[in-house]
C-alpha cells in the first residue's frame, strides 16, 4: 500500500478552502498539545447545516489534507450528522491512513465533534493559530 | 570527493586538505542547486525573483549566491509548495515544536533519509567511535514520540550500543530510576549518557542533593543535543555542566560532546574532543548579516547562520534559520578540517524552538500537575 492515499495526496498538494471566512457564525479551534498538529475551521450555518467551510492547519500532510477533506464533506450537512462524525468516517474520506497518521483522523472527528457542540452552545473558540512563518 | 565517497568515508572526508574540502563541498553543492532549480517550480521562482539562473553559481566564491528558504516556511500550512519531491515519494516527516506551539515539519523523501542516516551514523562513528556499551538516554522514546526530530536523532546511536533504556515516560522523568539502570550495568558495560543538556543537568542535580556518590567508566560519553537555553529564557553553563559531569559523574570534559541540528537540515555538526562542532562534508555554513542576509561575514564574525545541505532531495536544502552564530574556518586541533559552527542565541524576535525546550516545557507542567494534585490529596490536606 502506498503511504499516502491518492485523496490526501490530492488534497495535501492542492488544499481546498483554505483560509478563514469573513466573519464566520462558528469558529472551531482543535490542536493536539503532544505532537503540535493543529486546525482552525470556521464555518458559515443556515438552518442548523453547514453552508461553507475554510481552514487553517498546522502539522504533518495527513493532518493538512484531512483538514482540507473536512470542509468539503461537511459543507451542505446537517449540524446532528457533523456530531455523529468519528474517526472511522474521516478515515474513509481520506482513503484511508497508515498507523502513524491516524491521529489525523481523530483530530479530524474532534474538530467535527466541536463544530457541532459549539454551535449548539452558540459559541466560538480563540485564535489559537498564530503563525510567525 | 562526491557525496557518496564523504558518505561512505566521512572520516576521510572530514580530513582532506582545506582546498580539496572546498572543491568538493562546492560541487556537491552546486549539483544540488540545479537538481531543485530544474525540478522545483516554486524554488525555481524564487531563483528568478533574486535573478539567479541556471549557470549562475560556479565555484566556491558563488555559494552564498544559491537562494535560501527561511525555515519559518516550515511553519507554513502551505508548505508542499517547497517540495521537490511529491508527498507520494515522501517517507519521513519530522517535527519540532518551539515555544508558539507552531509544529515546524520537514519531509524527506526516501533518498534524503538514507543520505541523511547514513551521515550520521557516519558521524557518531567518526567522532565518538563508539561499538557498545550501554546508553541510558534522558528523553522520550521514538516510540513515545515518533516525529520528533532530536530524538530521531539520538535513537541512531542505539545500533551501536549493546544495551540502551529510555528514562522519559509520558513527559515524566525519575532520576531515581536513571540511577537504579546506571548500577544495574555497572561493571558489565560502558555506561553513556544521551539526551538533552536540561535533563541531565537535572539528573547531576539530583545526585548533588541527595549527595549520591557515581563515577562512570574511563570511557563513558555524555552526548547531547537540543541547546542549552530553557524555556524560561536560562541558559544552562557550559563550563559549569562540564565541571559538574567530572565532579558528579566522573566523565572528563574531552569526553562530553554536544551537537548543533535543526530538523529541517540534515547537518548534525558534532563536538570533537576540542569542544568545535564541525560542520559534515556535505554541508556549507553561510554566516549571513543580520539586517542584510544576502551578505556573507567572514569566518569568526557573527550572524544568521544559513545551511547549505547537499544531500536533500525532498526540498531545496539551502535554509536561513533563525539562529545567530559563527563559523570558524581555522584548522582543529584534532586533524579535521572544513568549517566548525558555534551557536550564540535565536535571532531577535524568533520563537524559543526545539524538541528539547518542549520536553522541558512539558516537564515541568507535569510536574505541577503533580504537585498540585498532592497538595490536594487528603495526606497533604492532614500534613
Known amino acids: ?133 | 570527493m562526491d557525496v557518496v565517497s564523504m558518505l561512505g568515508m566521512p572520516g576521510a572526508a572530514l580530513r582532506v586538505p582545506r582546498p580539496q574540502w572546498r572543491q568538493s563541498l562546492s560541487a556537491a553543492l552546486l549539483e544540488a542547486f540545479e537538481f531543485h532549480l530544474a525540478n522545483n517550480g516554486f524554488y525555481r521562482a524564487l531563483c528568478e525573483a533574486e535573478g539567479i539562473r541556471a549557470g549562475d553559481i560556479g565555484g566556491d566564491g558563488d555559494l552564498h549566491r544559491i537562494p535560501l528558504l527561511p525555515v519559518g516556511m516550515f511553519k507554513q500550512a502551505n508548505a508542499h509548495v517547497m517540495l521537490t519531491a511529491g508527498l507520494a515519494d515522501i517517507e519521513l516527516e519530522i517535527r519540532s515544536t518551539g515555544t508558539g506551539g507552531i509544529p515546524s515539519v520537514s519531509r524527506r523523501d526516501a533518498t534524503t533519509v538514507t543520505r541523511a542516516s547514513v551521515g550520521i551514523f557516519g558521524g557518531y562513528r567518526d567522532f565518538f567511535g563508539i561499538s557498545k556499551g550501554a546508553g541510558l538516554f534522558l528523553c522520550p522514546s521514538t516510540a513515545e514520540v515518533p516525529e520528533m526530530g532530536m530524538v530521531k536523532v539520538f535513537n541512531l546511536l542505539t545500533g551501536m550500543l549493546d544495551d540502551h533504556r529510555y528514562l522519559v515516560h509520558e513527559f515524566s522523568f525519575d532520576p531515581n530510576e536513571a540511577l537504579d539502570q546506571l548500577r544495574r550495568w555497572e561493571g558489565r558495560m560502558t555506561r553513556h549518557i544521551v539526551g538533552p543538556p536540561f535533563i541531565i543537568a537535572r539528573f547531576m542535580r539530583f545526585l548533588e542533593l541527595e549527595e549520591i556518590p557515581l563515577q562512570l567508566d574511563p570511557e563513558s560519553m555524555i552526548i547531547m543535543l537540543g541547546g542549552w537555553k530553557q524555556y524560561t529564557g536560562r541558559s544552562i553553563s557550559r563550563e559549569e555542566f562540564d565541571a559538574n559531569a567530572e565532579r558528579l559523574l566522573g566523565v572528563e570534559p574531552a569526553r562530553i560532546r554536544d551537537m548543533y541540528g535543526m530538523i529541517e537540515s540534515n547537518m548534525l555538526a558534532i563536538e570533537c574532543e576540542h569542544h568545535r562542532k564541525h560542520v559534515p562534508p556535505w554541508c556549507y555554513v553561510s554566516i549571513r548579516d543580520i539586517t542584510d542576509p544576502a551578505v556573507e561575514l567572514a569566518p569568526g564574525r557573527t550572524g544568521g547562520i544559513a545551511i547549505l545541505d547537499a544531500l536533500n532531495t525532498s526540498y531545496p536544502g539551502f535554509l536561513l534559520s533563525d539562529d545567530v552564530g559563527e563559523v570558524d574556518e581555522s584548522d582543529c586541533p584534532c586533524g579535521r578540517t572544513g568549517q566548525t559552527v558555534r551557536f550564540r542565541r535565536r535571532r531577535q524576535g524568533a520563537e524559543l524552538g526545539c524538541c528539547a525546550v518542549s520536553i522541558e516545557k512539558y516537564l515541568d507542567s507535569q510536574q505541577v500537575v503533580a504537585d498540585c494534585d498532592l497538595a490536594g490529596s487528603p495526606a497533604a490536606a492532614g500534613r
Do not use: K
Open chain 1, 1 to 133: 500500500m502506498a503511504r499516502y492515499s491518492p485523496t490526501v495526496i490530492d488534497h495535501f498538494t492542492n488544499p481546498r478552502n483554505c483560509g478563514r471566512l469573513a466573519d464566520p457564525d462558528v469558529t472551531v479551534f482543535v490542536g493536539n498539545p503532544v505532537c503540535g498538529d493543529q486546525i482552525l475551521l470556521t464555518a458559515r450555518v443556515r438552518d442548523d447545516c453547514v453552508t461553507e467551510a475554510g481552514f487553517e492547519a498546522y502539522g504533518c500532510s495527513a493532518s493538512l489534507a484531512v483538514a482540507s477533506i473536512l470542509t468539503e464533506h461537511l459543507s451542505g450537512m446537517p449540524m446532528p450528522v457533523i456530531a455523529d462524525v468519528d474517526e472511522a468516517q474521516v478515515l474513509a474520506w481520506a482513503g484511508g491512513l497508515g498507523p502513524d497518521q491516524r491521529h489525523a483522523a481523530t483530530l479530524g472527528a474532534d474538530v467535527a465533534h466541536r463544530l457541532a457542540e459549539n454551535h449548539r452552545a452558540g459559541t466560538s473558540d480563540g485564535d489559537a493559530i498564530g503563525c510567525d512563518g
